[in-house]
């Protein structure tokens, strides 16, 4: 049975079929990953909104919270079970709600779609613990299926407005300060900022100088040098730079400035930051104060003595000491004070004095009183010299004494005058003396010496002759004492005149003669020719070297050679009197003039003949001096002054 063939239009009608079947099944597919994708991005604006910084509160038309994210929840300091279902009310400040709910009914009314957050937008707000605060708020809305949505987005700026009061009042006070204060970019180093201070010390408006570089105010730097400077700032070499400068103001007149450069990061662009600061009255006290010290120094220098200040231990360790010290000790400051090479404890003081200044500094610092003291320094050439120091001590607020001061003086020729003050109080005593004791002595030694002499002539004993010898020598030996003490007492005065100094010396040698032979002396005299006379008294010249020559004599016992030079020297005619004996000891050279003082043995001296001779030179206004090395021998240096005819 053959099948019955389809009318065409059912063949059209199934085929139609078919096709709406597939469509239905592609908008079936697409509906499904559309369900999908709208899951998909529901959740990923749910996480936004959860992790936005910014708060994010949504309501309905009764303005009641139906989406409040964490950020909100943060700012408010409310949770956000706590908010859902609740009105904004609760986070707005009870003076501003009616106003508030106002604003958004005549927004929801309008249609508008949203407004920007912005300054036009600033509201306040409340905290969960009644804590006011400023907020910046835009606005959105969103109508489906007749039903609206209002959506706000909140950011709290009290932070922010606090910087922004902070940085306002701390720009009114870098305007206010009196240092001038300079903003230039780092490109063109045109000035953009600079504050009142600096406008009003220059004499320039701003708008001048946003015109201007810092080389249109600082004659003195050339653009190389100025870029030199900063390039430092620029390679992050130096976070600061600082330098003396002169700035000049609109009139023309100039000032010292000390500038203070910092490299800065200004929103968007580089700028350099200059802090001035003028100097005129800083640079007018150094100034005074280099002149002090010069002055100072100038006073220290030229002081005969010492300033000094130094620790308070043996070494008397120098901090400080003027530059003069090098004429009193021969040391320099420096090697007090910087190299430590010289200790004024150890290589100054004498030895012997060192114990006795400690003392004597400590105990007046355990008093608090200024010390005094006298004491010896060896100086660097090993000259002694006698010094005088007055100091106190520098304490602490504890009591703890960190320091002396004080001044130090070369008294050696104040010594040397008291020494021979008392000398001369010394001779002016023993001439007192002499001369008493020549008349209560004199008599009598004189009787006893006859009547020896005198029993000398008859005695037969030959014992007896002998001890009135004896008598008679030591009679004469007193005799010879008193005349020599009279002699010193009576100080003559002299009887000047124009004398042949060799001719005295001849009459000397004349009645020495026997002497020397008997104690095998060679005489050698030396004598310039055209000798000046001298203006002195031929007598007491007589007794001059008739000592000194006996004194020769004496320190050659065994023989040896007497040398006797004269010749001029300048003004003074000088005779050196030299023996080849035993010399003299170093330590006594300083002693051979001093009243009763002798080398020689007990007996064989009376102390007084070089005494008499350094009175009679001085008297002439002549000098004596004396040079000896202990066994080859010594030399005497006279000088007289020549006769001006």
Same mark, same amino acid.
């Given at each position: ?61 009764? =303005? ?13 300091? !409310? ?53 006011? %605060? ?24 009290? /932070? ?164 003069? !010290? ?218 001059? %070297? ?6 020769? !004599? ?23 009197? /030299? ?8 330590? =006594? ?57």
């Amino acid at each position: 049975m053959s099948a019955v063939p389809r009318p065409p239009d059912s063949e059209q009608e199934l085929h139609l079929l078919r096709q709406e079947l597939a469509e239905l099944r592609a908008v079936q597919a697409m509906h499904q990953e559309t369900s999908k994708g709208l899951e998909a991005i529901e959740q990923q604006l749910a996480g936004i909104i959860h992790s936005a910084m910014d708060g994010i509160i949504t309501i309905d038309d009764d =303005q009641k919270i139906v989406i409040f994210n964490a950020a909100a929840a943060e700012i408010f300091q !409310c949770s956000a079970q706590e908010a859902m279902g609740k009105t904004l009310d609760q986070f707005i400040p009870i003076p501003l709600r009616a106003a508030h709910r106002d604003h958004i009914r005549r927004f929801a009314e309008t249609g508008g779609a949203s407004r920007r957050m912005g300054a036009q937008r600033e509201i306040g707000g409340v905290r969960g613990n009644g804590e006011l %605060f400023p907020l910046e708020a835009s606005i959105s809305q969103v109508e489906r299926s007749g039903k609206r949505w209002l959506t706000v987005i909140l950011r709290d700026i009290s /932070q922010r407005k606090q910087n922004e009061a902070r940085l306002g009042s701390l720009g009114r006070i870098l305007d206010e300060a009196l240092n001038e204060i300079y903003v230039f970019d780092a490109a063109t180093l045109r000035f953009t900022q600079v504050n009142k201070g600096a406008r009003e010390n220059i004499g320039y408006s701003m708008g001048e100088l946003c015109a201007m570089t810092p080389l249109d105010l600082q004659p003195e730097l050339t653009n190389e040098m100025f870029l030199e400077l900063l390039s430092p700032l620029r390679t992050g070499q130096r976070e600061q730079v600082g330098f003396r400068a002169s700035h000049r103001r609109k009139d023309g007149t100039t000032y010292p400035v000390e500038v203070h450069l910092q490299y800065l990061q200004e929103e968007d662009r580089r700028v350099f930051l200059a802090i001035i600061l003028d100097v005129t009255e800083q640079v007018a006290t150094e100034q005074e104060l280099q002149k002090a010290q010069r002055t100072l120094s100038t006073l220290l220098t030229n002081l005969p003595g010492i300033v000094y200040r130094c620790r308070n231990d043996s070494d008397w360790t120098m901090e400080f000491i003027s530059p003069s !010290c090098q004429i009193l000790t021969g040391y320099s400051s420096e090697q007090f004070v910087e190299s430590r090479q010289v200790s004024y404890g150890r290589h100054l003081i004498v030895q012997d004095d060192r114990e006795r200044v400690w003392h004597d500094v400590q105990a007046a610092l355990k008093d608090r009183k200024a010390f005094q003291i006298s004491y010896r320094i060896r100086t660097a050439d090993g000259t002694i010299k006698w010094v005088w120091e007055q100091g106190c001590g520098i304490f602490s607020e504890t009591g703890e004494v960190i320091g002396l001061e004080g001044y130090v003086v070369d008294i050696t020729q104040q010594r040397a005058l008291e020494d021979q003050l008392r000398k001369t109080e010394r001779l002016a005593e023993l001439g007192t003396l002499a001369s008493g004791m020549a008349h209560e002595i004199g008599t009598p030694m004189n009787v006893i010496l006859g009547r020896a002499e005198l029993l000398m002539r008859k005695a037969t004993d030959e014992r007896t002759r002998r001890s009135l010898e004896t008598i008679v020598t030591q009679v004469e030996r007193i005799t010879k004492i008193m005349n020599q003490l009279l002699s010193f007492a009576r100080k003559r005065p002299s009887e000047r005149q124009g004398i042949d100094l060799e001719a005295v010396l001849i009459d000397v040698l004349d009645v020495l003669q026997e002497r020397f032979q008997k104690h095998h002396i060679q005489v050698t005299k030396t004598v310039s020719p055209q000798l000046p006379k001298v203006w002195a008294d031929p007598d007491h010249l007589n007794q001059v %070297f008739l000592n000194l020559i006996l004194n020769a !004599c004496q320190a050659m016992p065994e023989g040896g050679t007497l040398s006797l030079a004269l010749r001029p020297t300048d003004s003074m005619v000088e005779v050196t009197v /030299q023996d080849t004996g035993c010399g003299i000891p170093q330590e =006594q050279l300083s002693k051979i003039f001093d009243p009763f003082f002798s080398t020689k043995a007990v007996g064989e001296g009376t102390g007084l003949g070089l005494t008499v001779v350094h009175g009679i030179l001085q008297e002439h206004q002549g000098a004596i001096r004396v040079k000896s090395v202990p066994g080859q021998g010594t030399s005497f240096m006279v000088s007289l002054p020549i006769h001006a005819e």
